[in-house]
């Protein structure tokens, strides 16, 4: 038995959300914008562009095309210098563990991330050989909620999407993987992410039992 397994990345693999912040946060300082950690929670699996067209619109802010230009490449300096200091430290708990149950079981393993620097991080923590496929934001026209990060994921694996299983931290993501139609893991809070097929806080709680039970729906 085969299934396709499908990770998201910021969020379920590694908690990149705080550099993600504090980036957008000097980003939005430079521009007089005020920007909390609750709009950053609504940042979350939103592609670069959409979240600085969201920042502005929060701080109901038009700039030239120019500007919004030079202020992703920026956003995005800031962020890559963050990048450059991580380590498998900062590996969410329990990850390693159910990558290597995976491939003991013989399971193909996909990235479905929203991030342009999907590679880099996933090289940095020493994960990148772990997976089977990399789809990333360099590899999709329409971002999640749309499904085609994770139709492209499925494609890449050779696997039909209801034979797909995807964990995501983000309502975007959660939406993506069901309009796959294809079984959708949430990690993080049960309020926030309903729309999941199941949900766990954390990788801790999913156990290798129920791992074999996906294996063999
Ligand atoms: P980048 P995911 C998403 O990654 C992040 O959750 C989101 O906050 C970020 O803006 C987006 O990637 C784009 O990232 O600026 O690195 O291209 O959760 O889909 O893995
Ligand atoms: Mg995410």
Redesign the pocket.
């Known amino acids: 038995n085969k299934k396709g397994f499908i990770f998201?990345?910021?969020?379920v693999i590694v908690d990149t959300?705080k550099y993600?912040f504090l980036a957008w946060q000097n980003l939005a300082k430079s521009i007089d914008i005020d920007f909390t950690h609750e709009q950053n929670e609504q940042?979350?699996?939103?592609?670069?562009v959409k979240?600085l067209e969201k920042i502005l619109n929060w701080g109901n802010k038009t700039i030239s095309e120019e500007l919004f230009t030079s202020l992703m490449g920026k956003k995005?300096e800031e962020?890559l210098s963050f990048i450059a200091k991580m380590t498998d430290e900062e590996i969410l708990p329990d990850v390693p563990r159910v990558l290597d149950y995976l491939i003991e079981k013989a399971q193909p393993i996909s990235l479905g991330?929203?991030?342009?620097?999907?590679r880099p991080i996933l090289e940095k923590v020493n994960l990148l050989s772990k997976f089977d496929a990399i789809v990333d934001?360099n590899d999709v026209s329409k971002a999640?909620p749309d499904p085609e990060v994770f139709l492209i994921a499925a494609k890449h694996l050779n696997m039909k999407p209801e034979d797909c299983i995807v964990f995501e931290?983000?309502v975007a993501?959660v939406q993506a993987a069901n309009t796959a139609n294809m079984i959708s893991i949430g990690i993080g809070e049960k309020d926030v992410l309903h729309e999941a097929d199941y949900i766990f806080s954390d990788f801790t709680e999913i156990e290798n039992s129920f791992i074999e039970e996906l294996i063999n729906r």
């Open positions: 998201d990345l910021d969020g959300a993600h940042l979350k699996g939103v592609s670069r979240s995005n962020y991330s929203a991030s342009k620097n999907a934001g999640k931290d983000s993501g």
